[in-house]
Nanobody, 119 residues
Framework: QVQLVESGGGLVQAGGSLRLSCAAS????????IDWYRQAPGKQRELVAA???????NYADSVEGRFTISRDNAKNTVYLQMNSLKPEDTAVYYC?????????????WGQGTQVTVSS
């Protein structure tokens, strides 16, 4: 099992930057995929970016070229660097992963961190 704790959210003007961090309570060395989701008011939670243990990354079309996901296995931390922020990026951002525990895949979510982008 693992606990995920996000930090780094806040209020920023359009065009600004923020870096989110996701600190894991256990080693992430053996965790294949860790990702970031976001949920805006009245909308479904959506996948923003994912990073594998080998460093491969994938992004939603809406953030491609502006956001960068990375991981530091030595620090058990995953980051989301967000540049050129837009008001439509306003949402609660969640760190997420899946682990095979007790013969079943189980999902783990952080508590979320609020990102608000003002126009």
């Amino acid at each position: 099992q693992v606990q995920l704790v996000e930090s780094g959210g806040g209020l920023v003007q359009a065009g600004g930057s923020l870096r989110l961090s996701c600190a894991a309570s256990a080693s992430i060395f053996s965790i294949n995929v860790i990702d970031w989701y976001r949920q805006a008011p009245g909308k479904q939670r959506e996948l923003v970016a994912a990073v594998t243990n080998s460093g491969s990354t994938n992004y939603a079309d809406s953030v491609e070229g502006r956001f960068t996901i990375s991981r530091d296995n030595a620090k058990n931390t995953v980051y989301l660097q967000m540049n050129s922020l837009k008001p439509e990026d306003t949402a609660v951002y969640y760190c997420h992963t899946k682990l095979f525990v007790r013969l079943a895949w189980r999902e783990y979510w952080g508590q979320g961190t609020q990102v608000t982008v003002s126009s």
